[in-house]
């Protein structure tokens, strides 16, 4: 059964940092393009990053504006894990996180392009 999961959110102050994780079980990540999004209360869904299926070098990371020079993707593929790190966070950063897969190995910030979801993981930004 696929399946994913994220982790590693929580409360943190401005300018605080996290790093999310999206374990992924049933299926090897690699071969998938991955993308976190995120969505705070009353608002759509939007992109944050992405990156595409390795291809032996890793894949290659995409970012929002909002969050770029702040938040870094990458893969482990041992561990079959993408996280997401995020530094100097703001309050604006306040949403429920997700990973989602790409069976297309393409990055995009559109969630139509996307099929598995982890149920989410809460990220607040607060002093």
């Known amino acids: 059964q696929v399946q994913l999961v994220e982790s590693g959110g929580g409360l943190v102050q401005p300018g605080g940092s996290l790093k999310l994780s999206c374990a992924a079980s049933g299926f090897t990540l690699e071969y998938y393009a991955i993308g976190w999004f995120r969505q705070a209360p009353g608002k759509e869904r939007e992109g944050v990053s992405c990156?595409?299926?390795?291809?032996?070098?890793?894949?290659?990371?995409y970012y929002a504006d909002s969050v770029k020079g702040r938040f870094t993707i990458s893969r482990d593929k041992a561990k079959n894990t993408v996280y997401l790190q995020m530094n100097n966070l703001k309050p604006e950063d306040t949403a429920v996180y997700y990973c989602a897969t790409d069976g297309s190995g393409l990055c995009s910030m559109r969630q139509v392009t996307y099929d598995d979801w982890g149920q989410g993981t809460q990220v607040t930004v607060s002093s």
């Open positions: 990156i595409t299926s390795s291809g032996g070098s890793g894949g290659t990371p």
